[in-house]
Each structure stands twice: as structure tokens, then as C-alpha cells.
């Protein structure tokens, strides 16, 4: 019915955005990419994708055949990597996704402590936000995560990570002078992140218990990285919540500054596991060094 060239084209497809950049990043022609498309389609008499000259749009049956798909590839790379150890007698090595920030701020200054001792362990990071490192983990295309939020699923074994706090920050030249209480705060537009992000998660569920459910009217705008909300708090563009690790380096250069700690909202971390799935030594090692060394 299809094949792995054909998800891949798809998948492709979608997270490049066009027919052409998929081209360029699976090194074939455009004519190539749209024919495995169309042929998928054909097979699966649906149409998947609504074309248009600016932009492309997944169908109903484009949604669920991408969100497959995407599982099925991760699993394609997962059974290539470990018959390639196989081959090599290789197990060493140990994949984690991570969400952003315990990804980008707080894995790597732990795997060079790590190495000094388990320099024969190598560690891969895979960084995307809360929702797809567990579905990562489920899939098995990692040894486990760790996410900005609590999953509720019961096939996975959670432990807490590091607890840190989301920061409201604005630009430095933003008028806070408005920003009397939390009835007003909402009223501003808010920085966001996509669906799937742990801070979003945190940050609504923070606004709902205090009497604020975001909805459409909100002056919402979604921004698809920390670092691209950060780029837009501190071009006044808006306020957010923002982890602290990620702010830091922006306070301490005066780009942008906290509106008030009252306002802090508490956040831990987790490691998440697959309990049906066995952990090779070494991914219990790694895991066992960054519970023991993270901040709680």
C-alpha cells in the first residue's frame, strides 16, 4: 500500500513546508517527492495533502497518516541504529529525548560531568517539545525522556527531574506600570508556545486555577521554540512565561526583565520511562547519574 520512501517523502513534506525545500533536504527532485505523494494517495484513495501556491495543508486523512508516520520512521532509524551496534558489538550508546529546556540547558552540562567517568557511554539528545518526547518514549524510538510536564499515561514509569520556575518577563521598555494584577496581565498579548510544549501547558493550567481560561479572544501569539518567544518578548512584542534557565543570559544583558516574582510559576521536570521495555546498562547508568545529580 506504501512504503518507508513514501512516509519519509510525506513526512518530509510536511515539516519542510513544501514540495520543493522536501526536495532539497531528500536530495531528489520536486516531480519525484510529488509523485510518491500522489501515489500514496492513489493507493489509499484519500486525498492527504490540500496544495495551494503559498502553503499546504494536511487533510483529515493527512493529520493521521503524519502523526503514524512520523512514529513508524523513528522506529525505522531505531532498528537501523541497533543492528548497526549488533554488527559492532556497540551498546554504548544511549538516546534521550528531552524537551526544550532540560534539553538545551541542563543535559549538556551533566553528560560532560558524566563522560569524566563513563567516557565509553555516548549519549544522543533528541529535543522537541513535551508531547512528542512521549511519544518517543512510548514508541521506543529512545531509551526514555524527560518533559516539562507529567504525563497521565499508565505505561509510564515517572520520576521527578528538576524543579524550576517559569518567569514573567517583558521587554525592558514594556509599560508595567499597567500590569496593576493578573486580571490585567491577561489582557496584553501573551507569548505562547505551540501545542504539545510543557511551558504552555504549565502556564494555562496556572491561568485556569487562578480564574484566567485562556480562549481564542486572548491576545495570544504562538511562537514554536523558547528562543523564538524570547526573540519576541524582547522586541516588546509581547509578555510571557519563560523558564529561568532560558531567561538568564537575556536578564543579565538588560534585554529584557521580570514584571514581578508574584507571578512565578512553580515547574518540575521529569524523567519518563516505558515500564514494558528493558533498559540496556548503559541507558541505566546514564539515567541513574542525572537523577542523582539534578537539582530537586
Not at 48 to 65: D, F, K, W, Y
Not at 100 to 128: A, C, M, V, W
Not at 185 to 207: C, H, N, Q, W
Request: net charge neutral.
Amino acid at each position: 500500500m506504501y512504503n518507508y520512501k513514501q512516509l519519509l517523502a510525506f513526512v518530509t513534506v510536511v515539516d519542510e513546508g513544501g514540495f520543493t525545500p522536501a526536495a532539497n533536504k531528500l536530495f531528489i527532485t520536486q516531480p519525484a517527492v510529488s509523485w510518491q505523494i500522489k501515489s500514496m494517495e492513489k493507493a489509499l484513495d484519500v486525498l492527504l495533502i490540500e496544495r495551494s501556491e503559498r502553503e499546504i495543508q494536511l487533510t483529515p486523512a493527512g493529520e493521521i497518516l503524519y502523526r503514524n508516520a512520523k512514529i513508524i520512521i523513528d522506529q525505522y532509524h531505531v532498528l537501523n541504529e541497533d543492528m548497526d551496534r549488533h554488527r559492532n558489538n556497540e551498546s554504548g550508546n544511549v538516546r534521550i529525548a528531552a524537551s526544550t529546556i532540560p534539553g538545551e540547558y541542563l543535559l549538556p552540562g551533566l553528560i560532560k560531568i558524566f563522560r569524566h567517568t563513563q567516557s565509553d557511554i555516548n549519549t544522543k539528545i533528541y529535543i522537541s517539545d513535551s508531547k512528542e518526547v512521549v511519544e518517543k518514549v512510548i514508541s521506543g524510538s529512545v531509551c526514555f525522556g524527560i518533559t516539562g510536564f507529567k504525563p497521565d499515561h499508565p505505561e509510564l514509569e515517572i520520576e521527578p527531574f528538576v524543579e524550576e520556575r517559569l518567569k514573567l518577563v517583558c521587554s525592558m521598555d514594556y509599560p508595567v506600570q499597567r500590569l496593576r494584577d493578573l486580571s490585567a496581565i491577561v489582557k496584553e498579548p501573551i507569548i505562547m508556545r505551540e501545542e504539545g510544549s510543557g511551558t504552555k501547558a504549565v502556564t494555562l493550567d496556572y491561568l485556569k486555577r487562578n480564574g484566567f481560561p485562556m480562549n481564542r479572544n486572548h491576545k495570544n501569539m504562538v511562537f514554536g521554540s523558547t528562543k523564538s518567544s524570547l526573540s519576541a518578548i524582547e522586541a516588546g512584542l509581547g509578555i510571557g512565561w519563560l523558564s529561568e534557565y532560558a531567561i538568564s543570559d537575556a536578564l543579565k544583558l538588560n534585554h529584557i526583565k521580570i514584571i514581578d516574582d508574584t507571578y512565578d510559576i512553580p515547574r518540575q521536570l521529569y524523567i519518563i520511562t516505558y515500564k514494558k521495555r528493558t533498559l540496556s546498562p548503559s541507558a541505566v547508568t546514564f539515567r541513574s547519574f542525572i537523577s542523582k545529580n539534578s537539582m530537586r
